[in-house]
């Protein structure tokens, strides 16, 4: 790791100030993917601006059914979330299937949410229960939010603040790990809403990052049922080729996994 | 037996500082004034050095000096060699191309070190190897083992056209290829072994200290064999002679066969540390570990077995392409050759056998031995080819083995081994009770009914351990003895001291050495210290690998030990006016037998040492040493069943049971034994399922971390089921075999039958990913 300097914030105000004062500082929250990079030298921020600490990043609140998780929330704290469970428990689980244990307890949704990893959890979650992603500047919407690999609307110095969302009626994650890295190989996140619009989600499959997929979701909108995945064509094309799997293998993965979240929803 | 003696399930006493964070490894070795060391390695496969501008990097803070290989050169260290000379089929010595320990012309493969820097800290070397200018000419490169024969490919060494280091041939070509013209069935086979990369938990790590006072030069190392270590830097790498060089191989954690070789490192940490004047501490990264431990396997190979009509084999017939990487490591000619076409008869009577092995450089990083060296190959060759052919002649495969089973012994096979003792369908009857074989179509029938597939798959396996005799292994080319010594010093007030050249990286030497002097002398277990990996404080030793301090080193520590008890008698029987052919040693006394006469232990080493009672003639003191040359290997064998539940929609392999039946001779610990059963059973299921090295076609490593090279975790192994029908070991003093490979030699086949027959689809390559199973068990097939 190249020499940096490490600043905690108490506040959003204050990280900003920090951010400001740094030569090429770089926010850190759970650090899960930041702090490797830069053991292996690949990245050399300045300064590192500490956001885990905000008080006002914390918490998950839930009334009704709306559901607020304030970016600094831990894995962890997202996975045992009795409120979240009660309404969203798909989100649950997938938070309780983020790396290991160790990981969970200092990864944070709202790092995982900016660092738009191609292969990470959240970003399929958040696209199929149409979230907004709040930050102190703006609210933005998932759709809009994500934009390539490693990608995001996001702007120089901007924070993500908490991320929002209506519970929907039924929801379920199906991950497909590599077996290396424990990453989704392909993930893929099902939601439905009260009026039957369903929402499929896939990550770690696409070239470009998460994406949705309409076949599915128009299949699963008319007919909401394991067996209505079964028609409908995932094009590979679009799909990612990598050392540890084939476009053709994860747009089946896709299909299978759509077919066994949907089940389990 | 004692409560701690032989075969007793003594726990383990070197857990005690393992678990508690209290073992003292090579990173944790600190000296006065040390420095930090960091390896500025070539980032391409292949390239010639055009020049190297350090000036930068000296200048930075903390830098106490930069070195390369021209320097290394004039100082007049040597190449680092391979130590078993193997000659080709027309005669020729292996063509051994030069390995500098710093390149100084050529760079053969990514993460081949071309300088040291040494500096205060660990991050100011790193700054600096960043500054440090190395030009390139770059060369082609060449990774596949398939291609690099060609002609036209680019060409790693001089001494080897065409890359071929060796064409080297075993058995009787004619009598084979008559026997397949005269087959009833031939069954035909290509077989892949994957390239692994070992992963020992410690990473490799040294400290090179010289002190010109005394011109002196200490060299702690993450080794197997601190002994060898000593004899190869001093005879071969010309760092320092014998008397003036200690090698200390402290607690070791884990070497897999990785930690036997001498590697760059503790030649140029220790050559630096004299030119720099400050002891030299260099510890590996994991990336570096990924790019420079020697990785093990990469065999590609056809295989023919002839069967007459009674379904016996008549004969096989291999041939093997092993790519050795970019240099010939320390002992990897012997293990794609005798290491490995001498297994190629398997647990089975075969009357022809011909292996034409030719071994390749590749600008990869070296390959030699991984847990099982060469008898992992060999046996997935052979118990592939048996699965193989039982389907293809429609008999049970375990019939098939049945039928083939060597059933006298000795046994001389076609390819010099000569198996002692064994009990094949003894295993074979205790897995398939074991994994309620009879079962396993219902067992199917319930899986299908989940959608799931369902298959079970067998492995019959025999291994050679305790790489023997000296002056045998010595005809075939070995540049050492493969003996082992131990002293044993009975200290003044009774309590042992057992120096032994064994070498515990994991195995639990401490307490089963211990062990086995507890259960001769009568003593408790903590009255007995075992010391080792320290050429200053043992004799001499050739260290740990291939399954040998059971059957070797515990052999000489049994010699060691009738010495022993041999003066202790004669000293009792002294103090007790008595003959000494009548005193036993039991309970931690010696005693006259049939009388109540009695000396303690303690007693009688106090005597030993005062000397004031004596018998006439015989000297003070109680310390006896032995070396040990086996006269023979040793032959573990045993039959391994897995069964596996596929997802066909995903390819997922699950393994549902996996049962283990061994032949270890005796046994020394069982719990220790089934600790290296399951230890190797999840490496062999880690090469079956989840590992492969990977390098693309420009040499650069695509596999070199945990993100990318699938290690096996404690979910994908199932809860093993173990256990042990065992036939003594007539050839040593202990009846033992050794248990160390075992299970990574076993299971690879095991799994992978178990695979394709619950995908009714043979064509199946290891690692066996989840992309690979679900294509193979698309209906198309």
Request: hydrophobic fraction near 40%; glycine fraction near 8%; charged fraction near 20%.
């Amino acid at each position: 790791m190249y020499e940096t300097n490490y600043h905690r914030a108490s506040s959003i105000q204050e990280a900003v100030q920090m951010m400001g004062a740094a030569a090429e500082g770089k926010y850190v929250s759970g650090g899960m993917t930041l702090i490797p990079t830069m053991r292996l030298r690949l990245a050399a921020p300045s300064d590192l601006v500490d956001l885990r600490h905000i008080t006002e990043l914390k918490g998950i609140a839930v009334d009704g059914r709306s559901v607020r998780i304030g970016a600094a929330a831990t894995h962890e704290e997202v996975a045992t979330s009795a409120e979240l469970g009660a309404v969203c428990p798909a989100v649950c689980d997938l938070a309780g299937h983020i790396g290991d244990p160790a990981v969970r307890h200092m990864g944070t949704i709202g790092g995982s949410i900016a660092n738009n990893d191609p292969a990470a959890d959240y970003p399929a979650a958040m696209l199929a229960v149409d979230a907004v992603i709040v930050t102190d500047r703006r609210e933005i919407k998932a759709g809009d939010f994500f934009t390539d690999l490693f990608e995001t609307a996001l702007e120089e110095g901007e924070i993500i603040t908490a991320v929002r969302f209506d519970a929907p009626a039924k929801a379920a994650y199906q991950k497909f790990a590599n077996p290396a890295s424990r990453y989704a190989m392909t993930g893929v996140f099902v939601a439905r809403r009260n009026d039957g619009e369903v929402r499929v989600a896939v990550t770690g499959a696409g070239s470009n990052g998460v994406f949705r997929h309409q076949g599915l979701e128009a299949a699963l909108s008319a007919n909401w049922s394991p067996d209505a995945v079964a028609n409908v064509a995932v094009d590979a094309s679009d799909l990612l080729t990598d050392l540890h799997a084939s476009a053709a293998y994860r747009a089946n993965l896709v299909k299978v996994m759509t077919k066994r979240a949907v089940a389990a929803a | 037996m004692g409560v701690d003696g032989i075969g007793a399930r003594v726990a383990r006493k070197e857990d005690r500082r393992f678990l508690t964070g209290k073992g003292r490894y090579t990173d944790d070795m600190s000296v006065p004034g040390m420095k930090y060391a960091v390896f500025v390695r070539s980032p391409h496969a292949h390239a010639t050095i055009t020049g190297i501008d350090a000036t930068a990097a000296r200048a930075m803070p903390g830098v106490i000096d930069v070195l390369d290989g021209k320097q290394l050169l004039a100082d007049g260290i040597g190449n680092l060699i391979c130590g078993w000379m193997i000659h080709s089929k027309d005669g020729s010595p292996m063509k051994m191309g030069a390995w500098r320990p710093l390149a100084d012309k050529t760079v053969r493969y990514v993460g081949d070190a071309v300088a040291i820097v040494v500096a205060d800290s660990v991050a100011e070397a790193r700054d600096a190897a960043e500054a440090v200018v190395v030009d390139y000419d770059l060369l082609p490169a060449v990774t596949d083992p398939l291609q690099t024969l060609a002609d036209g490919e680019p060409q790693l060494h001089p001494e080897a056209p065409n890359n071929l280091i060796f064409d080297w041939e075993l058995g009787d070509a004619a009598a084979v290829d008559r026997a397949l013209a005269a087959a009833a069935h031939v069954t035909e086979l290509k077989i892949y072994n994957n390239r692994l990369a070992p992963n020992p938990m410690e990473p490799r790590a040294t400290l090179g200290i010289y002190d010109a006072g005394d011109d002196h030069y200490t060299c702690y190392t993450t080794s197997q064999n601190p002994h060898l270590a000593r004899l190869v830097m001093s005879a071969f790498y010309n760092v320092a002679p014998e008397n003036k060089l200690r090698v200390i191989a402290p607690d070791v954690g884990g070497g897999f066969g990785s930690k036997i070789y001498i590697y760059p490192e503790e030649i140029v940490c220790l050559w630096a540390s004299k030119r720099t004047g400050v002891p030299v501490k260099w510890t590996c990264d994991r990336t570096e570990a990924f790019l420079t431990d020697a990785h093990g396997r990469d065999h590609v190979s056809t295989v023919k077995m002839a069967f007459d009509a009674g379904h016996r084999i008549t004969a096989l017939k291999v041939d093997t392409i092993a790519n050795l990487g970019a240099y010939m490591s320390l002992f990897s000619s012997c293990v794609p050759t005798y290491l490995y076409a001498t297994l190629l008869s398997g647990q089975y009577d075969i009357p022809a056998i011909h292996a034409n092995v030719r071994t390749i450089y590749t600008n990869t990083v070296p390959v030699d031995a991984y847990r099982g060296a060469g008898r992992p190959e060999a046996t997935y060759l052979l118990e592939r080819t048996m699965e193989t052919a039982a389907r293809e002649l429609g008999m049970s495969p375990a019939e098939l083995r049945r039928t083939n089973f060597i059933r006298s012994f000795p046994h001389q096979t076609p390819v010099i081994m000569n198996y002692d003792a064994g009990d094949y369908e003894a295993s074979l009857n205790a897995a398939m009770t074991a994994a309620d074989w009879n079962g396993f179509a219902a067992r199917k029938a319930e899986a299908e009914g989940r959608g799931m597939k369902r298959g079970i798959g067998m492995s019959c396996y025999i291994e050679a351990c305790g790489l023997a005799p000296s002056a045998a292994v010595g005809s075939l080319g070995a540049g050492v003895g493969l003996w082992e010594s131990a002293e044993v010093k009975v200290n003044m007030a009774g309590t042992i001291e057992v120096m032994t050249g064994s070498h515990s990286h994991g195995q639990g030497h401490e307490t089963t050495f211990a062990q086995l002097v507890a259960d001769r002398l009568g003593l408790p277990i903590d009255s007995i210290n075992i010391v080792h990996g320290d050429t200053d404080k043992v004799q001499m030793g050739m260290g740990t690998y291939g399954s040998r301090s059971g059957a070797v080193g515990m052999s000489a520590l049994a010699k060691a030990l009738d010495k022993v008890e041999a003066k202790a008698k004669k000293i009792a029987a002294h103090l007790m006016e008595a003959d000494e052919s009548d005193v036993v040693i039991e309970d931690g006394a010696l005693k006259v037998a049939g009388t109540d006469k009695s000396v303690p232990w303690f007693q009688m080493a106090l005597a030993a040492y005062t000397a004031h009672n004596l018998p006439p003639g015989l000297e003070p003191g109680l310390k006896e040493s032995a070396f040990y040359d086996p006269a023979n290997f040793t032959f573990p064998a045993g039959c391994y069943i897995c069964e596996v539940e596929i997802d066909p929609e995903t390819g997922r392999t699950q393994i549902v049971q996996f049962v283990a039946a061994d032949d270890f001779g005796n046994i020394i610990n069982p719990m220790i034994v089934e600790g290296q059963v399951h230890g190797g059973l999840a490496q062999g299921i880690g090469q079956a399922l989840l590992e492969g090295v990977r390098y693309d076609d420009s040499g650069q490593l695509l596999t070199a971390s945990y993100l990318d090279y699938a290690m096996p975790r404690a979910d994908d192994v199932p809860s093993f089921t173990v256990s042990t029908s065992n036939t003594p070991c007539p050839n040593n003093p202990l009846g033992v075999k050794g248990c160390g490979e075992a299970g990574a030699i076993g299971s690879p086949p095991a799994l992978i039958n178990a695979i394709t027959d619950a995908i009714g689809n043979n064509q199946l390559t290891m690692p066996a990913t989840p992309e690979k199973v679900w294509a193979a068990a698309q209906p198309a097939h």
